[in-house]
């Protein structure tokens, strides 16, 4: 198993700002992602935070706006830049030793923007 | 897009009672995972299942993979309130897809 520690657990900015919450995994393992979720609702997929490389986002979902980093296989940052109300929700740092393997989630980082 | 459908979105039921969740798509996945969430929390991997037609229990959990691997249920028998929680299909295509999600409230 893969214990994650993500921070900040919360944070609350001001609009226009930026925030970069940090994802630390105990082990090393292939595959990290970034997901963002509303209280009581799903994941939605961000990126995957590729090693070296620049990460793989998805639909409706910019570098721009997400710029990500994976320095090496155990560390991982996600940026919300430029942030507006509608950037509040909790994101979520996950990490998997492999394709189609168990995924490991960190408490997730609760945005709240003002 | 690959969209999983997740159902009942809500469920309130009291304890003691039987309920299932059903997770359904039109795309094949090569495998399903189920996720339970508690506030606060990230999502914790209840099982996995792989093979169409697998089933899978966890003492009070009954999971199954449909035939054509791509829907999948979650039955629980006799729930309890530390059930309660937020229940999430999750289905992997090179990455994982999630369900909607189930929030079950059991009630004492």
């Known amino acids: 198993s893969a214990v994650i520690s993500q921070k900040p657990s919360r944070d609350i900015c001001q609009r226009g700002t930026s925030l970069t919450i940090q994802c630390q995994v105990d082990?090393?393992?292939?595959?990290m992602f970034w997901y963002r979720q509303q209280p009581g609702q799903s994941l939605t997929l961000i990126a995957t935070?590729?090693?070296?490389?620049?990460?793989?986002?998805e639909s409706g979902f910019v570098i721009d706006k997400f710029p990500i980093s994976r320095p090496n296989l155990t560390f991982s940052t996600l940026t919300v830049s430029n942030m507006s109300p509608e950037d509040s929700s909790i994101y979520l740092c996950?990490?998997?030793?492999?394709?189609?393997?168990?995924?490991?989630f960190g408490q997730g980082t609760r945005l709240t923007v003002v | 897009t690959q969209l999983l459908e997740q159902s009942p979105q809500f469920l309130s039921i009291q304890e003691g009672e039987n309920l299932t969740v059903y997770c359904n798509s039109s795309?094949?996945?090569?495998?399903l995972q189920w996720y339970r969430q508690e506030p606060g929390e990230g999502p914790v991997l209840l099982v996995t299942?792989?093979?169409?037609?697998e089933v899978k229990k966890l003492k009070r959990l009954t999971f199954q993979f449909g035939d054509a691997r791509k829907d999948s249920s979650l039955h629980i028998t006799a729930a309890q309130p530390g059930d309660t929680g937020l229940y999430l299909c999750?289905?992997?295509?090179?990455?994982?897809?999630f369900g909607q999600g189930t929030t079950l409230q059991v009630k004492p």
């Open positions: 996950s990490a998997s030793a492999g394709s189609a393997t168990e995924a490991f």
């Open positions: 082990s090393q393992v292939t595959m």
């Open positions: 935070a590729n090693q070296g490389s620049e990460a793989t986002y």
């Open positions: 795309s094949v996945f090569s495998s």
């Open positions: 299942v792989v093979t169409g037609g």
């Open positions: 999750a289905g992997y295509t090179g990455k994982l897809i």
